[in-house]
């Protein structure tokens, strides 16, 4: 009912920020599976980057830089698991620790952003 | 809510629901009764759960849901389906007793002139 | 070489990332908005156009979160899927009218089946009823949006990268096939193991994808969830709730409870495949496990496909029955039922797998007693067509064209339910036969129901008529020759899943080949009508393009729609002079 006078003429009708999860999940994904550090690291910080813009974006948040740090402590703690089960059930061949660095390296990308952003910018504007 | 939501009309309503909830406990009794294939603890308990949790999940949900049908009917105007927010659209029969709009009707403020420039609108 | 590779993907990985990143502080520094926890604002002020708000161009379609364009992208989507899907089923049957290879590979066309199932499955049928349901669902119930505008954004970009990779293997990528394991993904083939070429990163790619669109779902559903729990307008009442916003919230609950679990199946099996995990492996969980898993969302997942089209139907075809649904509660209820009882028979797909009798009995009743709700549905439609006004137009054409092939479908699948029945039937063109008549004669005939009823909407525009009609005719005539000789073909013992026959069914397989031309020729029709006419068709002046007032069906999106041509003509924009009015209940 957006031609009435309300509460939708409030909302944003765009946002850059869900292209970007959208893309950042699948490379990820593609990354992590294949065991290609570029694409794990690239994708994280895209999809977690994006998260963390459009939640700020939202108005959940007033800066982007706890939600980042958060995402980074979630990623160290998945590439902790990869670890977990190198050193459980860790079999030739299968590279769980080259997966679990990279997780782990762009949770340390992320974390470095946190706080770089939240020490150096005071703006609340997006990044 | 001094209404009696399970009435004659909302049961006859649920019937549509009572008829699978039947064949399938015809069918847990026939096995329970007839066991062609004798008692095992694993599979014969299986079979047994197989029937009673969609049959209990089935008679919740219908009862859950009769109970927010029927009593939202009992409480407020009833349209006909996609009608609701149509100015002027007629109720059907044996919903509220007023012929008024039930935009009308609405409590804050933002609806009311929400309705209002609806109402303009129709007028034109 | 290996590293210069890795090197290279990370150079370009980090160029990427610069260039998201500049592009976004663009973006960002473009409008100046009122963030949603300022309050106050723009209250109350008339301005009315949404559109004022989002940036123009390509980048408005990329960046919007309004559940109409989000509409218009599922519904783009889906018709692109679904001619993919069809060109790949048209070589199928090309290869299919002769009983030798001939054409295509054999590995090709099972490729080509394997994509085709789950092309249509999951991107061309789950889409094109978001399509409409984000569309219309806000509108009907009175919402703003949907609850979650972003996640309903992310829900659909989420699918491209779904469908590239779900086709990763058909594209001239060194090393990577297509997928050969048919939809259903049964291990130990799935798995890779053995001598076949299934490990082979085309078929990871392609459960990578797949899971991708169990995301999207999950989230959809989420979104439409809260949006009908806590959006609706006050008038909007639970017993005020129109039938397709209830299949589409009996729907949601269906994909929040099954696609998780195909979310979780896909991963184990990625893990058998690459982390060397045991999972379905014959000394780990066992192949039988990946069938429970995989039905339990599988079965699920026909109603999730079939009830928003049944809620099509019962939704336009009362427009054009010049009366109301007969038995409008007995429909909402059934569909409730519906969605309960379809998470307790998955295993009739598994009964020639040699399980206990006493399980295989109970699976048996169960999915007896499902076949009610359904045939309740049936039985409101006709009566609701019986001594009504009928007007034969394009969608109502389509809705009949619906119950039609829906009574053929769901009659052939009353008897597979049946385990005598079914152990002779299992794994021949019989099923083929029967499934095609539920997703491509019911459900996409529902599909397009929608796309021509809301034509107006969408479009402000009216399609060539006649030739909307020729369209329905050759699928309807096409589909049953097609699907009908699957049936027979059947019967006679042919096979499911194979590139080459037997002599003795050339005759029906010939047959099935010419039906889907027929359905070829309608869909390039439709697709010639759907584009001319977007450009050049007869411009819609008014709110009631369908007569629905005379009946007094008129419904809430139509009323929206009146408002927006009022408001467009009101502020001097859109009045586009050469077209003519349009007065479509004419037929």
Redesign the interface.
């Known amino acids: 009912m957006d031609e009435n006078p309300g509460l939708s003429e409030q909302y944003r009708m765009a946002s850059p920020w869900p292209l970007f999860v959208a893309l950042g999940l699948p490379i990820a994904e593609i990354g992590i599976l294949f065991d290609i550090p570029a694409l794990s690291i690239g994708g994280l910080i895209l999809f977690c980057g994006s998260v963390a813009g459009m939640v700020q974006e939202a108005g959940y948040a007033r800066t982007p830089w706890r939600a980042l740090a958060a995402c980074a402590v979630l990623l160290f703690a998945l590439g902790g698991l990869f670890f977990y089960a190198d050193a459980q059930f860790g079999a030739e061949g299968i590279r769980f620790v080259a997966r679990g660095w990279a997780i782990v390296v762009a949770g340390g990308v992320l974390l470095f952003g946190s706080v770089v952003g939240s020490l150096l910018v005071d703006e609340p504007e997006p990044v | 809510m001094a209404v009696k939501i399970f009435d004659r009309e909302t049961i006859l309503d649920l019937t549509v629901n009572i008829i699978p909830l039947f064949i399938i406990g015809f069918f847990l009794g026939l096995f329970l009764l007839y066991q062609a294939w004798g008692w095992d603890t694993l599979p014969s308990v299986l079979m047994i759960g197989l029937h009673v949790v969609p049959l209990v999940t089935l008679a919740l949900l219908t009862y859950l849901s009769g109970k927010a049908i029927a009593g939202s009917e009992k409480t407020g105007d009833v349209f006909h389906q996609g009608q609701a927010l149509v100015p002027g659209a007629s109720e059907k029969e044996h919903g509220g007793a007023e012929a008024e709009p039930a935009i009308a009707e609405a409590g804050d403020e933002d609806e009311d002139e929400e309705s209002g420039t609806e109402e303009t609108r129709a007028a034109e | 070489m290996e590293l210069n590779g ?1 090197l290279a ?2 150079v ?3 160029l ?2 610069v260039a ?2 500049a ?3 663009r ?2 520094n473009w ?1 100046s ?5 300022s309050g106050g ?8 156009y ?2 004022q ?3 123009s161009g390509f980048i ?1 379609w ?5 559940h109409k364009d989000i509409g218009m992208l599922y519904g783009a989507f889906g018709v692109t899927a679904f001619l993919v899907g069809g060109a790949m089923v048209m070589l199928m049957r090309a290869e299919l009218t002769v009983p030798e290879m001939t054409l295509i590979s054999n590995q090709f066309y099972n490729s080509l089946m394997t994509s085709h199932g789950i092309t249509m499955l999951f991107l061309f049928g789950t889409p094109i009823i978001a399509a409409f349901s984000n569309y219309f669902i ?3 119930i ?4 949907m609850a979650f ?3 309903n ?2 829900a ?3 699918l491209p ?2 469908a590239l ?1 779900i086709w990763a293997g058909f594209f001239p990528v060194p090393d990577v096939i297509p997928a050969q394991t048919s939809w259903t993904m049964y291990t130990p083939l799935s798995a890779g193991v053995g001598q076949g070429n299934q490990a082979n ?1 085309g078929v ?2 392609m459960l ?2 797949l ?2 669109s169990g ?1 999207s779902a999950t989230m959809g559903a989420i979104n439409f969830i809260v949006t009908i729990f806590t959006e609706r ?12 916003s209830w299949t589409i919230l009996t729907q949601s609950g269906l994909i929040l409870f099954s696609f998780p679990l195909l979310g979780s199946a896909l991963l184990m099996l ?1 893990a058998d495949r ?3 995990t045991t999972f379905f492996a014959v000394d780990g969980g066992g192949p039988m496990l990946w069938q429970h898993l995989f039905w339990f969302f599988g079965h699920p997942e026909v109603y999730i496909l079939v009830l928003p089209p049944m809620g099509l139907v019962s ?1 336009i075809l009362p427009r054009f029955s010049g009366r ?2 007969f038995g ?3 429909v ?3 569909t ?2 519906i ?3 379809s ?2 028979v998955w295993a009739h797909h598994m009964f020639a797998t040699g399980m ?4 295989r ?3 048996m ?2 999915s ?3 076949a ?2 359904s045939a ?1 549905k049936t039985f409101n439609w006709i009566t609701t067509m019986w001594n009504g006004s009928i007007r034969l137009t394009a969608p109502m054409l389509f809705c009949i064209g619906f119950v039609s092939n829906f009574i053929v479908g769901g009659v052939t699948g009353v008897f597979l339910a049946s385990i005598p029945v079914d152990l002779v039937l299992h794994d021949t063109y019989y099923v083929v036969g029967h499934f095609h008549y539920i997703v491509m004669g019911a459900i996409a005939f529902a599909g397009f129901a929608g796309l021509y009823y809301w034509y107006p909407i969408y479009t402000g525009r009216m399609y060539q008529r006649s030739l909307a009609k020729w369209h329905f005719w050759l699928w309807m005539i096409g589909s049953n020759v097609t699907f009908f000789a699957m049936i027979l073909l059947g019967y006679g013992g042919m096979p499911r899943r194979y590139a080459t026959y037997l002599p003795q069914f050339t005759d029906l397989h010939q047959v099935a080949s010419i039906g889907a031309f027929i359905m070829t020729l309608g869909a390039l029709i439709f697709l010639w009508n759907f584009v001319v006419s977007w450009y050049e068709g007869p411009v819609v002046r008014d709110g009631d393009p369908w007569d629905l007032k005379e009946d ?6 139509w ?2 729609f009146d ?2 041509l ?2 467009a003509v009101a502020d001097g924009g859109e009045a586009l002079p050469g077209g003519e009015e349009s007065d479509a209940a004419e037929n």
């Not at chain 3, 908005?33 to 926890?37: D, F, I, V, W």
């Not at chain 3, 604002?41 to 009315?48: K, L, N, P, R, V």
């Not at chain 3, 007094?552 to 999106?557: I, M, N, P, Q, R």
């Open positions: 890795q993907l990370t370009l990985m980090g990427f990332l998201v990143a592009w976004l502080a973006v960002e409008r908005y009122t963030p949603l926890g604002g723009g209250y109350g002020q008339e301005s009315g949404v559109s708000e989002k940036p408005r990329l960046t919007t979160v309004d806000p509108l009907v009175g919402a703003d949006d505008p972003r996640i954004a992310i659909f970009w989420l990268p779904a990779l990163a990871d790619l990578l994808g899971h991708l995301i307008a006050e008038e909007v009442t639970w017993a005020n709730l129109d039938i397709f990625l690459n982390l060397g939704y109301r649904l409008f509660k007995f909402v209820y059934s409730l039922a969605g309960v009882l998470f307790g206990d009798p006493r399980l009995a109970s699976f009743a169960v007896m007693a499902i009610i709700p309740v007094s069906l008129y419904t809430t999106e009323e929206w408002r927006k009022k408001t």
